[in-house]
Nanobody
Framework: QVQLVESGGGLVQAGGSLNLSCAASGSSFIVNAMGWYRQAPGKQRELVAT???????NYADSVKGRFTISRDNAKNTVYLQMNSLKPEDTAIYYCNAVTAWGSNYWGQGTPVTVSS
């Protein structure tokens, strides 16, 4: 089993910044891809950004140029630096991790609210 614990969400004004982090813990696991997804009220969960263990990152068009995903493999932690936040970025942000054997895990979610 892998546990994901997110932190860093909160309330921010439009144009502001937040940095989310997600730490994976458990026993005998190797995390391959990690990523962030979000779900706004009344909408489906959508991809924000993903980062493989080694390779290029992937971003939703709506966040390109504003958000940056990074990871620390030694700490099994993934980060999401969010700049120039917009009210439409308001959502619950979920961390995702896929292990080497293909198991998929989700964090509990951290709320991000951007006021106009």
């Amino acid at each position: 089993q892998v546990q994901l614990v997110e932190s860093g969400g909160g309330l921010v004004q439009a144009g502001g910044s937040l940095n989310l982090s997600c730490a994976a813990s458990g026993s005998s696991f190797i995390v391959n891809a990690m990523g962030w997804y979000r779900q706004a009220p009344g909408k489906q969960r959508e991809l924000v950004a993903t980062i493989p263990r080694g390779g290029s990152t992937n971003y939703a068009d709506s966040v390109k140029g504003r958000f940056t995903i990074s990871r620390d493999n030694a700490k099994n932690t993934v980060y999401l630096q969010m700049n120039s936040l917009k009210p439409e970025d308001t959502a619950i942000y979920y961390c995702n991790a896929v292990t080497a054997w293909g198991s998929n895990y989700w964090g509990q979610g951290t709320p991000v609210t951007v006021s106009s």
